[in-house]
């Protein structure tokens, strides 16, 4: 099987955007949102993290629910085990109040994904960013919040843009259906659901630095996580489906603000 690997110990995603976002001025857009509007944001172009003056208040509080409409990609041969994956990544986000639906779309990759059987071949991240969008037009669906492409052609994960829920032209992710480090050798300790709330958490203004490796034990343990560290940290042999405090704040503030549900 061919596939796309970002290295043993790489991260999921990069903490910048595709095609020149990651020079983009970092602003307060205060002025180009409504006085109602719940999150003051920057530039959708602008994928980096918000200013600090500009960071929500903790939302410590998980009793009022920001549902959350997810698009799930998965060529037919994946079908049944993307659905299974899924489960872990819906259960992530109701247990910090962000009830999911799942909506699933079988696709078709391109041919020349598959052709190309050389060690790190396959399509890069650009191509199958390409190729998610242009299911859609360009942009995701209406009333769907993100897209996220559970795939064979990519081990890890990556996100269009931090915060990408904010443009219906970036709010588009991807990952493993079944992880291997280097494409090669399968991870026992490697959720694929995980991954995927980890992708789709960085569309909601999560980073890799908001996580911790104390918070996902001994509740991580229980549920059946066997890795200590929370939802958003970089490494995937490490991450359990537990998003800690910093994490969920961040998450649950920008589903307030954005998500359709």
């Known amino acids: 099987m061919n596939r796309t690997t970002l290295g043993a110990v ?3 995603a990069v903490l910048v955007a595709l095609a020149g976002s990651a020079t ?3 602003s307060s857009a205060a002025e180009r949102l409504p006085a109602s509007h719940g ?3 920057v530039d959708p172009e602008d994928c980096l993290q918000i200013p600090p003056e500009d960071v929500p ?3 410590v509080s998980m009793d009022e629910k920001f549902p959350l409409e997810i698009r799930v990609l998965a060529e037919a041969r ?3 085990t993307v659905k299974r994956n899924m489960k872990v990544t819906k259960g992530a986000f109701a247990r910090i109040g962000l009830p999911v639906k799942l909506r699933y779309q079988t ?3 391109p041919d020349e994904w598959t052709a190309d059987t050389s060690f790190g071949g396959g399509p890069a991240q650009a191509e199958i960013l390409d190729f998610m969008k242009s299911i859609f037009g360009g942009e995701r669906p209406s009333g769907v919040d993100v897209v996220y492409f559970m795939t064979q052609h990519w081990d890890g994960g990556f996100a269009d843009c931090i915060g990408g829920i904010r443009a219906a032209d970036r709010a588009f992710a991807f990952g493993s259906v079944e992880y291997a480090i280097e494409g090669v050798v399968p991870s026992p300790t490697v959720d694929e659901g995980a991954i995927a709330a980890h992708e789709i958490g960085h569309l909601l203004g999560a980073h890799h630095h908001y996580a ?5 034990l001994p509740s991580g343990a229980i549920r059946g996580d066997t890795n200590p560290c929370t939802t958003m940290w970089p490494l995937a042999a490490s991450i359990s489906s537990t998003f800690g405090l910093l994490e969920r704040s ?3 503030s920008y589903a307030a603000a954005y998500a359709k549900g």
Not at 212 to 216: I, K, L, S
């Open 57 to 59: 208040p903790l939302a």
């Open 107 to 109: 696709v078709v990759a």
């Open 10 to 12: 790489a991260c999921f």
């Open 78 to 80: 994946d079908l049944t």
């Open 250 to 252: 961040f998450i649950r």
């Open 39 to 41: 999150l003051v944001d």
């Open 212 to 216: 911790n490796c104390a918070e996902a």
């Open 24 to 26: 983009g001025a970092v």
